[in-house]
């Protein structure tokens, strides 16, 4: 079985979603189909569908992250000795030598990722143009706009 690469967060973030669905949801959806049964005749009882549709959702989502979490290889940057290297984990400073700007990226899983707060996947264009190189390193990213040039300003183990 194939591992996939998650950092602590991730993970973490995957546990507290899975104690709230585990601990509060599902004995709430519970609550809820009993309380929707009491009211009578199944057919048109719109609240007790309802609860039924909630709960499959919630038990789907419990069998994903456990799925997730059971194939995940966690790996603390902090932990890995710095070398100045790009690789899994790290947070990258990059300078687009056509504009001047400057951005900063944290590599994570392919569920983790989220551009808006600076986290690209592993998988994506830009990390995989990044991984293995070094800090002072420039790198060509093929992006949907063509190709972009940015320099590796730092490579930082947060």
Do not use: W
Request: aromatic share 4%; glycine share 8%.
């Amino acid at each position: 079985m194939n591992k996939v690469p998650m950092t602590v967060a991730g993970e973490q973030r995957l546990r507290e979603e899975l104690e709230q669905l585990k601990g509060v949801e599902r004995p709430k959806v519970i609550n809820a189909i009993a309380e929707a049964r009491e009211h009578g005749d199944l057919k048109e009882n719109a609240e007790y569908h309802a609860a039924r549709e909630q709960q499959g959702f919630i038990e789907g989502r419990i069998q994903e992250i456990e799925g997730k979490l059971s194939t995940a290889q966690v790996i603390d940057v902090t932990k890995l000795p710095k070398t100045g290297k790009v690789i899994f984990g790290v947070t990258v400073a990059l300078l687009n030598l056509d504009t001047d700007d400057e951005v900063t990226y944290r590599i994570v899983g392919e569920d983790e990722a989220d551009i808006k707060a600076g986290r690209i996947s592993v998988t994506s264009p830009i990390a995989r143009a990044l991984i293995g190189k070094e800090e002072g390193d420039s790198v060509v990213v093929n992006t949907p706009r063509g190709e972009v040039e940015y320099e590796i300003l730092s490579v930082e183990h947060l």
